[in-house]
């Protein structure tokens, strides 16, 4: 992907490169049949929560991370480098993260 993100995000957003099929090995199902979807994160806030005035834990740089996205909506602002499909979540909107391997 590079060595730097295509922008940068503020507070509890996450830049997220999206990917087209799940890791191996890993399967996250939803209760409510909605699509679970994965990416890559690129980029994130600094974790200040204003509403919250605290600093929440971010997901790590290169992290997987998995989302729901219902197929009626997309979940949080796209766009596309090169081909390629970004999104910028709210970090609320992240069900889980692990590390890349």
């Known amino acids: 992907m590079g060595a730097l ?10 830049l997220v490169k999206l990917l087209s099929e799940a890791p191996p090995g890993v399967r996250l199902y939803c209760p409510k049949g909605s699509p679970i979807r994965y990416a890559v994160v690129a980029g994130r806030g600094d974790g200040f929560d204003e509403g919250a005035n605290t600093f929440r834990e971010m997901p790590p740089m290169e992290a997987v991370v998995a989302f729901e996205e219902t197929a009626e909506e ?4 796209y766009f596309y ?3 390629e ?6 970090l609320d909107s992240v069900i889980l993260a692990f590390p890349r391997e």
């Open 74 to 77: 997309v979940e949080g602002h």
């Open 85 to 90: 499909e970004f999104r910028v979540l709210r």
């Open 5 to 14: 993100p295509p922008c940068q995000v503020y507070g509890i957003n996450v």
């Open 81 to 83: 480098v090169s081909g």
